[in-house]
Protein backbone atom coordinates (compact mmCIF):
# COMPACT_ATOMS: atom_id res chain seq x y z
CA UNK A 1 0.00 0.00 0.00
CA UNK A 2 2.81 2.29 0.99
CA UNK A 3 4.39 1.68 -3.05
CA UNK A 4 1.03 2.60 -4.22
CA UNK A 5 0.73 5.52 -2.58
CA UNK A 6 4.02 6.91 -3.51
CA UNK A 7 3.68 6.09 -7.09
CA UNK A 8 -0.14 7.73 -6.75
CA UNK A 9 1.65 11.43 -5.13
CA UNK A 10 4.91 10.81 -7.59
CA UNK A 11 1.85 10.86 -10.88
CA UNK A 12 0.25 14.07 -8.51
CA UNK A 13 3.62 15.95 -8.24
CA UNK A 14 4.32 15.48 -11.91
CA UNK A 15 1.37 16.75 -13.28
CA UNK A 16 0.92 19.71 -10.52
CA UNK A 17 5.03 20.46 -11.61
CA UNK A 18 3.85 21.21 -15.27
CA UNK A 19 0.58 22.85 -14.43
CA UNK A 20 2.75 25.20 -12.31
CA UNK A 21 5.39 25.74 -15.08
CA UNK A 22 2.78 25.84 -17.51
CA UNK A 23 0.84 28.97 -15.77
CA UNK A 24 3.72 30.98 -15.17
CA UNK A 25 4.76 30.78 -18.58
CA UNK A 26 1.46 31.98 -19.85
CA UNK A 27 1.19 34.37 -17.18
CA UNK A 28 4.70 35.65 -18.26
CA UNK A 29 3.71 36.03 -21.76
CA UNK A 30 1.04 37.95 -21.31
CA UNK A 31 2.68 40.42 -18.93
CA UNK A 32 5.37 41.01 -21.93
CA UNK A 33 2.78 41.58 -24.17
CA UNK A 34 0.97 44.05 -22.12
CA UNK A 35 4.49 45.78 -21.47
CA UNK A 36 4.86 45.50 -25.68
CA UNK A 37 2.30 47.20 -26.18
CA UNK A 38 2.58 49.96 -23.68
CA UNK A 39 5.77 50.73 -25.39
CA UNK A 40 4.58 50.46 -29.08
CA UNK A 41 2.23 53.61 -27.70
CA UNK A 42 4.90 55.63 -26.28
CA UNK A 43 7.00 55.24 -29.53
CA UNK A 44 4.00 56.02 -31.42
CA UNK A 45 3.84 59.38 -29.37
CA UNK A 46 7.19 59.53 -29.90
CA UNK A 47 6.81 59.56 -33.94
CA UNK A 48 3.86 61.74 -33.72
CA UNK A 49 5.41 64.47 -32.26
CA UNK A 50 8.45 64.06 -34.96
CA UNK A 51 5.42 63.95 -37.51
CA UNK A 52 4.24 67.55 -35.90
CA UNK A 53 7.73 68.96 -36.36
CA UNK A 54 7.67 68.62 -40.17
CA UNK A 55 4.35 69.51 -40.01
CA UNK A 56 5.20 72.87 -39.00
CA UNK A 57 8.01 73.09 -41.32
CA UNK A 58 5.14 73.00 -44.00
CA UNK A 59 3.29 75.68 -42.46
CA UNK A 60 6.32 78.22 -43.24
CA UNK A 61 5.45 80.50 -45.88
CA UNK A 62 8.91 81.75 -46.11
CA UNK A 63 10.71 78.75 -46.49
CA UNK A 64 8.09 77.26 -48.79
CA UNK A 65 8.53 80.02 -51.23
CA UNK A 66 12.36 80.18 -51.16
CA UNK A 67 12.62 76.55 -52.16
CA UNK A 68 9.73 76.72 -54.71
CA UNK A 69 11.58 79.88 -56.37
CA UNK A 70 14.75 77.62 -56.45
CA UNK A 71 13.05 74.95 -58.20
CA UNK A 72 11.39 77.33 -60.78
CA UNK A 73 14.97 79.38 -61.00
CA UNK A 74 17.58 77.10 -60.54
CA UNK A 75 19.91 75.21 -63.03
CA UNK A 76 22.97 74.81 -61.38
CA UNK A 77 24.07 71.75 -58.38
CA UNK A 78 25.42 74.47 -55.89
CA UNK A 79 23.93 75.05 -52.52
CA UNK A 80 22.28 78.91 -52.89
CA UNK A 81 22.20 78.98 -49.29
CA UNK A 82 26.49 79.20 -49.34
CA UNK A 83 26.20 82.32 -51.39
CA UNK A 84 23.40 83.58 -49.34
CA UNK A 85 24.47 83.28 -46.09
CA UNK A 86 22.13 86.17 -44.72
CA UNK A 87 19.14 84.40 -45.68
CA UNK A 88 20.43 80.92 -44.61
CA UNK A 89 20.67 81.81 -40.93
CA UNK A 90 17.59 83.55 -41.32
CA UNK A 91 15.62 80.06 -42.27
CA UNK A 92 18.06 78.20 -40.22
CA UNK A 93 16.37 80.36 -37.44
CA UNK A 94 13.15 79.86 -38.05
CA UNK A 95 13.95 75.99 -38.11
CA UNK A 96 15.10 76.46 -34.30
CA UNK A 97 12.10 78.38 -33.44
CA UNK A 98 10.33 74.98 -33.92
CA UNK A 99 12.06 72.88 -31.71
CA UNK A 100 13.60 75.90 -28.37
CA UNK A 101 11.67 73.41 -26.52
CA UNK A 102 12.39 69.86 -26.97
CA UNK A 103 15.93 69.88 -25.03
CA UNK A 104 17.78 69.33 -28.74
CA UNK A 105 16.72 66.05 -29.04
CA UNK A 106 15.75 67.28 -32.77
CA UNK A 107 17.18 68.55 -35.38
CA UNK A 108 15.28 69.49 -39.16
CA UNK A 109 16.86 69.82 -42.67
CA UNK A 110 15.16 70.94 -45.56
CA UNK A 111 17.00 70.08 -49.25
CA UNK A 112 15.69 69.50 -52.84
CA UNK A 113 17.23 67.83 -56.17
CA UNK A 114 19.41 71.16 -57.23
CA UNK A 115 21.46 70.68 -54.31
CA UNK A 116 20.29 73.19 -51.81
CA UNK A 117 20.52 72.31 -47.78
CA UNK A 118 19.22 74.29 -45.15
CA UNK A 119 19.32 73.42 -41.75
CA UNK A 120 18.48 74.07 -37.78
CA UNK A 121 22.52 72.55 -37.15
CA UNK A 122 24.13 74.22 -40.28
CA UNK A 123 27.09 75.70 -38.27
CA UNK A 124 27.77 71.81 -37.79
CA UNK A 125 27.26 70.80 -41.29
CA UNK A 126 30.49 68.69 -42.13
CA UNK A 127 31.36 70.38 -46.09
CA UNK A 128 32.96 66.72 -46.94
CA UNK A 129 30.40 64.37 -45.66
CA UNK A 130 27.78 66.97 -46.43
CA UNK A 131 29.07 66.56 -50.31
CA UNK A 132 29.44 62.87 -50.25
CA UNK A 133 25.92 62.27 -48.66
CA UNK A 134 24.54 64.98 -51.95
CA UNK A 135 26.54 62.64 -54.54
CA UNK A 136 25.28 59.49 -53.29
CA UNK A 137 21.50 60.75 -52.71
CA UNK A 138 18.99 59.83 -55.22
CA UNK A 139 16.07 62.62 -54.91
CA UNK A 140 13.58 61.12 -57.12
CA UNK A 141 13.88 57.24 -55.51
CA UNK A 142 13.59 59.75 -52.20
CA UNK A 143 10.47 61.52 -53.17
CA UNK A 144 8.51 58.54 -55.12
CA UNK A 145 8.91 56.48 -51.39
CA UNK A 146 7.72 59.36 -49.43
CA UNK A 147 4.66 59.60 -51.73
CA UNK A 148 3.80 55.76 -51.94
CA UNK A 149 3.93 55.96 -48.21
CA UNK A 150 1.27 58.24 -47.53
CA UNK A 151 3.81 61.41 -47.63
CA UNK A 152 5.72 60.30 -44.99
CA UNK A 153 8.67 57.27 -44.64
CA UNK A 154 10.78 56.65 -41.54
CA UNK A 155 13.73 55.33 -41.33
CA UNK A 156 15.92 53.19 -38.45
CA UNK A 157 17.83 55.06 -36.13
CA UNK A 158 21.40 55.63 -38.00
CA UNK A 159 24.27 58.83 -37.88
CA UNK A 160 23.13 62.14 -39.62
CA UNK A 161 24.77 61.82 -42.64
CA UNK A 162 25.18 65.51 -42.76
CA UNK A 163 27.73 65.96 -39.50
CA UNK A 164 30.12 64.64 -37.96
CA UNK A 165 28.41 63.84 -34.78
CA UNK A 166 28.31 59.67 -34.12
CA UNK A 167 25.23 60.25 -32.32
CA UNK A 168 21.95 58.13 -33.97
CA UNK A 169 18.64 59.41 -35.06
CA UNK A 170 15.26 57.79 -36.04
CA UNK A 171 14.97 59.76 -39.36
CA UNK A 172 11.41 61.24 -40.43
CA UNK A 173 11.02 62.64 -44.08
CA UNK A 174 7.69 64.59 -46.05
CA UNK A 175 7.65 66.00 -49.14
CA UNK A 176 7.90 70.37 -48.56
CA UNK A 177 4.45 71.65 -50.61
CA UNK A 178 2.11 74.21 -49.82
CA UNK A 179 -1.35 73.23 -49.32
CA UNK A 180 -2.53 74.80 -52.92
CA UNK A 181 0.06 73.15 -54.77
CA UNK A 182 0.66 69.17 -55.55
CA UNK A 183 4.12 70.64 -57.08
CA UNK A 184 6.38 69.39 -54.45
CA UNK A 185 10.02 71.79 -53.65
CA UNK A 186 11.91 69.38 -51.56
CA UNK A 187 12.04 67.13 -48.94
CA UNK A 188 11.71 68.08 -45.35
CA UNK A 189 13.96 65.72 -43.07
CA UNK A 190 13.36 65.56 -39.06
CA UNK A 191 16.00 63.62 -36.86
CA UNK A 192 14.94 62.41 -33.82
CA UNK A 193 17.74 61.22 -30.85
CA UNK A 194 17.55 57.69 -30.41
CA UNK A 195 18.33 58.51 -26.42
CA UNK A 196 14.95 59.36 -25.83
CA UNK A 197 13.83 56.16 -27.63
CA UNK A 198 16.01 54.36 -25.27
CA UNK A 199 14.30 56.17 -22.09
CA UNK A 200 11.00 54.65 -23.31
CA UNK A 201 12.68 50.97 -23.59
CA UNK A 202 13.74 50.62 -20.33
CA UNK A 203 12.23 48.22 -17.69
CA UNK A 204 13.39 48.55 -14.33
CA UNK A 205 14.51 44.33 -15.06
CA UNK A 206 16.24 45.21 -18.08
CA UNK A 207 14.90 42.83 -20.39
CA UNK A 208 15.83 42.81 -23.65
CA UNK A 209 13.52 44.99 -26.26
CA UNK A 210 13.93 45.06 -29.70
CA UNK A 211 12.07 47.07 -32.64
CA UNK A 212 11.64 45.18 -35.77
CA UNK A 213 11.15 46.17 -39.22
CA UNK A 214 8.01 44.72 -40.54
CA UNK A 215 8.56 44.93 -44.14
CA UNK A 216 11.70 42.69 -44.03
CA UNK A 217 11.56 41.32 -40.44
CA UNK A 218 15.20 42.70 -39.93
CA UNK A 219 16.63 43.91 -36.64
CA UNK A 220 16.69 47.49 -36.84
CA UNK A 221 17.23 48.68 -32.71
CA UNK A 222 19.29 48.02 -30.74
CA UNK A 223 21.86 48.30 -34.56
CA UNK A 224 23.61 45.23 -32.63
CA UNK A 225 21.74 42.15 -31.86
CA UNK A 226 22.51 38.35 -31.97
CA UNK A 227 19.95 36.40 -33.33
CA UNK A 228 17.28 34.45 -31.56
CA UNK A 229 14.17 32.21 -31.77
CA UNK A 230 11.53 35.23 -32.48
CA UNK A 231 8.73 32.57 -30.49
CA UNK A 232 10.72 33.38 -27.26
CA UNK A 233 9.39 37.20 -27.57
CA UNK A 234 6.22 38.76 -26.57
CA UNK A 235 5.51 42.05 -29.80
CA UNK A 236 3.21 44.60 -30.26
CA UNK A 237 2.56 47.10 -33.60
CA UNK A 238 3.73 50.33 -33.95
CA UNK A 239 0.96 52.21 -36.00
CA UNK A 240 2.73 55.31 -37.22
CA UNK A 241 5.02 53.08 -38.44
CA UNK A 242 6.28 49.92 -40.10
CA UNK A 243 7.71 48.49 -36.52
CA UNK A 244 7.20 45.92 -34.59
CA UNK A 245 8.24 46.52 -30.51
CA UNK A 246 9.28 42.87 -29.23
CA UNK A 247 9.95 42.07 -26.33
CA UNK A 248 11.86 39.11 -24.44
CA UNK A 249 9.44 36.99 -22.54
CA UNK A 250 10.62 36.08 -18.89
CA UNK A 251 9.49 32.31 -19.36
CA UNK A 252 9.15 30.34 -16.47
CA UNK A 253 11.54 27.48 -18.12
CA UNK A 254 15.02 28.88 -17.69
CA UNK A 255 17.16 26.56 -15.95
CA UNK A 256 17.54 28.39 -12.66
CA UNK A 257 13.59 28.50 -12.52
CA UNK A 258 13.19 25.09 -13.11
CA UNK A 259 15.55 24.07 -10.40
CA UNK A 260 14.04 25.81 -8.03
CA UNK A 261 10.42 24.75 -8.76
CA UNK A 262 11.39 21.28 -9.43
CA UNK A 263 13.30 21.36 -5.70
CA UNK A 264 10.27 22.89 -4.01
CA UNK A 265 7.99 19.56 -5.51
CA UNK A 266 10.80 17.32 -4.60
CA UNK A 267 11.20 18.21 -1.04
CA UNK A 268 7.24 18.56 -0.96
CA UNK A 269 7.05 15.17 -2.62
CA UNK A 270 9.81 13.49 0.11
CA UNK A 271 7.97 15.66 2.99
CA UNK A 272 4.17 14.20 1.90
CA UNK A 273 6.20 10.10 2.13
CA UNK A 274 7.50 10.53 5.00
CA UNK A 275 3.58 11.67 6.74
CA UNK A 276 2.31 9.13 4.60
CA UNK A 277 4.88 6.24 6.06
CA UNK A 278 4.46 7.60 9.19
CA UNK A 279 0.34 7.29 9.37
CA UNK A 280 0.66 4.06 7.81
CA UNK A 281 2.92 2.67 9.99
CA UNK A 282 0.95 4.09 13.08
CA UNK A 283 -2.23 2.67 11.10
CA UNK A 284 -0.62 -0.81 10.38
CA UNK A 285 -0.28 -1.36 14.23
CA UNK A 286 -2.97 -0.40 15.52
CA UNK A 287 -4.51 -2.81 13.01
CA UNK A 288 -2.39 -5.83 14.27
CA UNK A 289 -2.19 -4.92 17.97
CA UNK A 290 -5.10 -7.29 18.73
CA UNK A 291 -3.87 -9.59 16.38
CA UNK A 292 0.15 -9.48 18.36
CA UNK A 293 -1.64 -9.64 21.69
CA UNK A 294 -3.83 -12.74 21.11
CA UNK A 295 -0.35 -14.40 19.57
CA UNK A 296 1.12 -13.31 22.93
CA UNK A 297 -1.46 -14.67 25.07
CA UNK A 298 -2.01 -17.91 22.77
CA UNK A 299 1.92 -18.72 23.36
CA UNK A 300 1.55 -17.82 27.73
CA UNK A 301 -0.78 -21.16 27.73
CA UNK A 302 1.30 -23.88 27.69
CA UNK A 303 1.01 -27.03 25.29
CA UNK A 304 -1.53 -30.23 27.05
CA UNK A 305 0.75 -33.00 28.87
CA UNK A 306 1.00 -36.07 26.77
CA UNK A 307 1.37 -38.17 29.97
CA UNK A 308 -2.00 -36.36 31.20
CA UNK A 309 -3.53 -36.65 27.80
CA UNK A 310 -3.03 -40.59 27.91
Not at 62 to 87: A, E
Not at 89 to 104: C, E, F, P, W, Y
Not at 284 to 306: F, M, N, R, Y
Amino acid sequence: YLIFIALILAVAMIVMYFSVVTKLNYEAENAGTKIAETMARQVDTYIEEIDVLAQQVKRQPRIINIFYNLNNTKNDKSNFFNNNVLLGIDVSSILNGLITDRNGNFNISVYNGYGDFVSNQNYFIDKKKFQSTMENMNYAIELNQIEENDDKIITAPSENPWTESTREFITLKKSLKNDYSDTVCGIIEVRASVDRLEQMLHTEDNAEILICDRSNGKIIYPTVYTERERSEYSSAFVNNANWEIMMRTPVANTKANIIFILSIFVALYAILLVFVFLISRTIGKEVIKPISQLAKHVCKIGAPDDKMAH
